[in-house]
């Protein structure tokens, strides 16, 4: 198992110590199928999934670009691409995870 990181940063200044979590996104009748930061509607948060890859998907603050973590189910291992849209994140982190 290993542990990455891209560049190693300051830790922010302390201002609060308290942390929150995404909150459904409003869906019109539909299952909730998006998770968004509760103050910044633009800052989103999406997990997909099949038998052997999940998908998490994590937009910009401003949603103007998008993260995207492959991660495979049985062994854990994974991969990480950033792209403008949400897709093109998707395809380049799942092809990286695979050969």
């Given amino acids: 198992m290993a542990d990455g990181h891209s560049n190693t940063l300051l830790k922010p200044v ?4 308290r942390w929150t979590s995404f909150v459904g996104a409003p869906a019109a009748g539909r299952v909730v199928r998006g998770l968004q930061e509760e103050r910044n509607p ?19 603050d401003d949603g103007q670009g998008w993260t995207t973590i492959a991660l495979d189910r049985a062994t854990r291992e994974w991969s990480i691409a950033q792209r403008r849209r949400q897709l093109d994140a998707a395809k380049s982190a799942y092809e990286q995870l695979y050969i």
């Fill in 42 to 60: 633009a800052h989103r948060l999406r997990v997909e999934h099949n038998q052997h890859t999940l998908l998490i998907h994590i937009s910009d």
């Fill in 14 to 17: 302390k201002r609060s110590t």
